[in-house]
């Protein structure tokens, strides 16, 4: 049942409203200590709402049409750019199936070079041009060939619409693999992130291709078009109309939130746009599609990010822009008592919507849905049983030919100037990755309080305002001359009971270990999903801009900052050792922190190229367009010379260790590197990560 959507309040009053909720919750954060768990949540949620703070509506169309020049580019920045020139369709039609008033045919066609959609045309018997709606999935395992997806095409088919129904990249039949049911989030998405690009701005892209392809339908009338979708679907619809302006009706379902609602929640990555709240809200996507016809479908049963509450704040910054248009009634909000689905309540709400603005037709009210039998999921494929082409490309495979293209770029200096210049290029870009530009200013205090013990003494320091982390340091005895920092991401207890951390104690240094935020005792308790162990946290960073291991990066230098302020100086040696994935840690930290003497690594990704998904690393340290700006995990390692730098061995992206052929040949830009800055003997790359040969190599 449609419920009655309420008059949304003055955007003012909105946000005095929010406001005031900021506030109260910031008093009681600092009333009460929050449980160390949830507050890395609580501090990328304050960063945020300081982030949107400042959000109004336009006072005109010429304030909006500034804003939505500026927020195309930036939503095209984090996406990654589009091709220039589109590549040819080339469809081929891989079979057709014959029904009641409409025949359905399954077809492919190349969105980019080598990357090819499948897709299925409800063709409708008719003999003049129709309109045409693009479908997009969702989250549903069985994608387009899904008894929920073909019930909304099927319902537009017998309504007279031309519907192409496609299934996006990674899922349906453009998986990993040759069955239906796959997930394309986590860690395969995460592959295209280091060359700077994401599977939000991809799916953008292939549903441009897939409305290039309905205009060369004969059947489609190439001025009506729209598109729905829901959950993950409903995203896409929402992405794509908003860029797309041929898109003239567009029909999100159980997918319009707030931005801000994500940051507690976890959804796919393909939802996810870097740096998103850096420049806006939902609401500002939303606008985008003004003046064209907007109507989003809400359940009152959905997720938190989806809710109709979340929705309703997003439309009250949206709809003053539609009225600066004139169109206030080419939005609408429709919220029906459901839970999160596409049901027959919502088609035919959809129904009414496409055919008031693609066949001038009714008021948008609901239209019935007509009888319709959906077909056998197997039935619809274009590639059934396992007669997929055996090197058909995948995200992982797509996400390595463009990471190759960029690491290629890369030659090895012949001499000293003509390294100086791409390394200070390197650091640049290092810094823009990792932190939005410059590391945020740190605070005048760590506010740095120090315990000792028999055993040693506790470190209690404040990297940022309103996070709180604890290092150790056993066995400390002034004055230290040899301070070695020893990083595990699976926490402080993992990296103090390491073979490398006793190693390093027995050889005479100083080990201090740390929870850095959001590990260790610090992880939030329900992070993972998939391969990816630190999904949510690593996916919360990404909206506001600040990847996890650009904060890593500053958690490690704060320590440093909070051992001068308590101690007055460093040890004369620093070392910085990261184990597995806080290898990653270490090379970031001490290619941007003179003050680290020496660095070893143990098992650490050794490039961030790989045609399969990550296996065994983590999603904070797979930063957007780190190829693309900084380099590749050796030239980030090459920026290191001329210091000691030890790497005890070494793994694909695939978590397959590598021989010493492959680590030989992907630290050659590394060793090269150091013979031009006169410190061959300083690089010693290990074929295996045993405690002992990498503190001998530190020495």
């Known amino acids: 049942m449609r419920l009655k959507s309420p008059i949304a309040q003055p955007p003012m009053l909105i946000a005095t409203i929010s406001l005031l909720v900021v506030f109260l919750a910031t008093v009681v954060t600092c009333a009460q200590e929050p449980d160390p768990q949830y507050a890395f949540l609580e ?40 091709p220039a020139e589109p590549c040819p369709l080339r469809p081929k039609t891989m079979g057709t199936l014959a029904r009641d008033g409409y025949r359905v045919e399954k077809i492919v066609f190349q969105t980019l070079p080598d990357v090819w959609m499948t897709a299925n045309a409800y063709v409708p018997d008719r003999q003049e041009k129709v309109p045409a709606v693009l479908c997009v999935h969702g989250h549903w395992r069985g994608a ?18 031309f519907v192409l129904s496609v299934d996006a990249f990674g899922a349906g039949e453009r998986g990993l693999t040759k069955a239906l049911g796959e997930y394309h989030g986590e860690m395969v998405a995460a ?4 060359a700077g690009l994401s599977l939000c701005g991809l799916q953008v892209y292939e549903n441009m291709r897939a409305v290039d392809y309905l205009l060369t339908r004969p059947e489609v009338d190439g001025r009506r078009i729209g598109i729905t979708g829901c ?39 393909c939802e996810v746009v870097p740096e998103a709240l850096r420049f806006t809200e939902e609401w500002g996507v939303l606008a985008m599609t003004a003046p064209r016809a907007l109507r989003v479908i809400s359940a009152t049963r959905d997720a938190v990010q989806f809710s109709v509450e979340e929705a309703r704040k997003s439309l009250a910054l949206t709809r003053p822009v539609f009225e600066l248009y004139g169109l206030e009634s080419s939005l609408d909000h429709a919220v029906f008592e459901a839970s999160h689905d596409y049901n027959r309540e919502m088609r035919e709400s959809m129904y009414g919507w496409m055919t008031r603005f693609l066949k001038d037709s009714g008021d948008g009210s609901p239209i019935a849905e007509p009888d319709l039998q959906t077909e056998e999921p197997e039935a619809l ?35 000293l100037e003509a390294w100086q210049p791409r390394r200070d290029a390197a650091l640049q870009g290092l810094a823009r990755c990792l932190f939005g530009g410059e590391p945020p200013r740190p605070a005048p205090s760590t506010q740095v309080v120090v ?8 470190i209690t320091f404040a990297p940022e305002p309103g996070l709180t982390l604890v290092a150790r340091q056993r066995h400390h005895a002034a004055p230290t001359t040899r301070l070695a920092i020893v990083l595990d991401l699976d926490g402080a207890e993992k990296a103090e009971q390491s073979q490398l951390a006793t190693t390093l104690e027995h050889r005479g240094w100083s080990v201090i270990t740390l929870d850095l935020r959001a590990t260790g005792k610090l992880a939030y308790p329900r992070d993972r999903i998939g391969r990816a162990i630190d999904h949510n946290t690593a996916e919360w960073s990404l909206w506001i801009g600040r990847p996890l291991l650009g904060q890593w990066v500053i958690d490690v230098r704060r320590l440093l900052d909070a051992l001068v302020e308590h101690d007055g100086r460093l040890p004369e040696e620093v070392l910085l050792a990261g184990i597995g994935p806080a290898g990653l840690v270490a090379i970031g930290t001490a290619a941007l922190e003179p003050r680290i003497s020496r660095v070893a690594t143990s098992d650490t990704l050794a490039s961030y190229v790989t045609d399969a998904p990550y296996e065994g690393q983590r999603l904070g340290t797979i930063v957007p367009g780190i ?68 503190v001998e190599g530190l020495e």
């Open 43 to 82: 501090f990328v949620r304050r960063e945020a709402a300081e982030m949107r703070r400042a959000d109004k509506p336009p006072a005109t169309l010429t304030d909006w049409e500034r804003h939505r020049t500026a927020l195309k580019q930036r939503l095209q920045e984090a996406w990654g750019e589009f």
């Open 144 to 161: 387009k060939q899904d008894p929920v997806v073909q019930a909304r095409c099927i319902g537009l088919a017998k309504l007279g619409f």
């Open 191 to 194: 592959t295209l992130f280091p």
């Open 231 to 269: 959950s993950g679907g409903g995203n896409q619809t929402m992405y794509a109309g908003a860029w797309d302006e041929r898109f003239l009706a567009v029909v999100p379902v159980c997918s319009v939130g707030n931005y801000q609602a994500y940051l507690g929640a976890a959804c796919c990555m």
């Open 381 to 415: 494929r274009c590639f059934p049983g396992d007669t997929r082409p055996d090197d058909f490309m995948t995200i992982p495979r797509f996400a390595a030919v463009q990471a190759r293209r960029l690491v290629a770029q890369w030659r090895p200096p012949s001499s």
């Open 451 to 458: 315990t000792s013990d028999g055993e040693g003494r506790t």
């Open 627 to 694: 190829l693309r700006d900084a380099g590749d995990v050796n030239h980030l390692a090459a920026l290191i010379a001329p210091r000691r730098l030890v790497i005890g061995g070494g793994v694909a992206g695939d978590g397959r260790p590598l021989d010493v052929a492959a680590l030989d040949a992907g630290y050659a830009f590394t060793r090269q590197v150091y013979d031009v800055k006169d410190a061959a003997g300083e690089l010693r790359v290990l074929t295996a990560s045993k405690a002992a040969a990498i």
